[in-house]
């Protein structure tokens, strides 16, 4: 076959069909594989019919289609299925092509394919890619990283298949070395996870406290996004719980309360712990996720354990528009905590992350996309060194002005027995980040008590460390101080 198809792609499930029709949709050709070759049948024959995508049914075939510098994207299942992919294609490839995955690979994966490919001549790309099967249809939000003499050759081709934002800037960039692309888009999913259990949250609280029907509350997540909470996630749940099931009743009230992950949430929140980042909000959506499972414990104990029973007697308007703030600083909090993480790794793994940049990827395209982002956007163009988003102008005044709404609802919430992972993790941590001295002088103190693990003292330089002999018998050996 002579080689005729701008770049090749592996994987023709629904996310793989609906890439292949948006890039040849942009004027590229396509060039399709699928282990299965009665996929390709399928997909040429249907969803393909009438355009220029072409079908290739072996990997000696599917290689032989690629204009040079080949390019390939492969659109399959994280982990192990990749390595193979790898394995059965890149003996195949030449000096400088490159393969992309598109997939929801670990960055650590990501870190190690880069330099192995590159070791062999040819060119790794990680493409963290989101938006669902829409966004891969008409526009995703595409994050590249891995070998950065790559990006040139796959720019046309990637930028041209994201989304845009309305001056036609694409949601799309390079984001830094080898496993960065996979690394922000693990970040991005895990705020997506806070981003729901907070609406979540918000849901529970009206529907709770203020007994609102599920049309009612539908109503008050639109009016919302005509607003600062103006999202995709927002969106769709105003339109979830106006669904109406075939009898007339909300669907909503018939899906059972125990929620899935497919892993990227639970990555973020154990990269912070090894990071030691407080990426409370992300840890505790995953958690809440985690305790939705439990459904069998949950009704037992529902039957034994108690809680208030208090009927909210409060000024119902009221209520909602500070929920909205509340919500809408609890946002500002979990995006400072994400970029708070992208920072600590950049210095661990030595990238070089342009946030607002980052920001701008997501404003159109994926799951979290909002207008919230083109603040942030704005922040790291005002100050492109900004050290955490709470102290940008914009968000200080805007945390600020939210400041007593947020903590109303949370008190009403507590007292009416609602849990609120998010919200009030939210809060908990925006006060000890604001806080110039915490508790932790006695958490040291407890630790050199039983574990000669020394302590700083404030009234000495940093670096100098002490040890009490608190009980006058556990003499003058310490443990030293490291950072596990």
């Known amino acids: 076959m002579s080689e005729q198809a701008d770049i090749g792609l592996v994987g023709l499930a629904v996310m793989g069909q609906n890439l292949a029709l948006n890039m040849n949709d942009k004027g590229f050709t396509v060039a399709v594989y699928n282990r299965t070759t009665e996929k390709v049948d399928r997909f040429i024959e249907n969803e393909a019919k009438g355009t220029n995508i072409i079908g290739t049914r072996s990997i000696e075939e599917f290689i032989g289609s690629l204009k040079r510098p080949r390019k390939l994207i492969l659109m399959i299942k994280a982990g192990d299925a990749v390595d193979k992919t790898i394995a059965s294609i890149e003996p195949l490839l030449d000096e400088g092509d490159i393969i992309i995955d598109g997939g929801n690979s670990n960055f650590h994966d990501s870190i190690r394919r880069t330099k192995d490919i590159e070791s062999k001549g040819k060119l790794f790309v990680g493409a963290g890619i989101s938006g669902g099967e829409e966004g891969a249809r008409h526009g995703p939000s595409i994050m590249p990283g891995g070998s950065p003499s790559a990006w040139e050759s796959v720019k046309p081709i990637l930028q041209a298949t994201a989304a845009k934002v309305p001056d036609g800037t694409p949601c799309c960039d390079w984001v830094g070395e080898d496993g960065a692309g996979h690394f922000v888009k693990m970040v991005h999913n895990g705020i997506e996870y806070g981003d729901m259990q907070l609406i979540c949250e918000a849901y529970d609280l009206m529907s709770q406290v203020l007994g609102m029907s599920e049309l009612e509350i539908s109503e008050v997540f639109k009016k919302w996004n005509t607003g600062i909470l103006d999202s995709f996630l927002i969106e769709i749940t105003s339109n979830i719980l106006a669904y109406l099931d075939d009898d007339g009743e909300p669907l909503i009230r018939k899906i059972m309360d125990t929620a899935s992950q497919k892993g990227t949430g639970k ?52 209520f909602i528009n500070d929920l909205e703030q509340a919500v809408y600083a609890a946002k500002i909090t979990s995006y400072t905590q994400g970029y708070m993480l992208m920072r600590d790794a950049a210095a661990t793994y030595n990238w070089h992350l342009n946030y607002g940049g980052i920001a701008l990827m997501w404003r159109e395209g ?86 000669a693990h020394t302590y700083e003292r404030v009234d000495r330089e940093r670096g100098e460390w002490f040890h009490t002999n608190w009980t006058g018998t556990g003499g003058d050996v310490t443990a030293g101080t490291y950072d596990a």
């Open 267 to 318: 990555w973020t929140a154990i990269t912070a712990l090894e990071e030691g980042t407080p990426l409370t909000l992300i840890g505790e959506a995953v958690f809440a996720r985690f305790l939705s499972t439990f459904k069998d414990e949950r009704v037992k104990a529902s039957k034994v354990l108690t809680g208030p029973s208090i009927e909210f007697d409060g000024d119902k308007e009221q």
């Open 366 to 451: 994926c799951i979290i996309r909002s207008v919230f982002l083109t603040k942030i956007q704005e922040a790291y163009a005002n100050n492109p060194e900004l050290e955490n988003l709470l102290l940008d102008d914009y968000f200080q005044a805007e945390v600020t002005n939210a400041q007593n709404a947020w903590r109303k609802v949370l008190a009403t919430g507590v007292m009416h027995g609602v849990p609120m992972p998010i919200m009030s993790s939210s809060l908990a941590f925006y006060d000890g980040y604001r806080s110039e001295t915490l508790p932790a002088n006695l958490l040291q103190a407890q630790r050199d008590y039983f574990g």
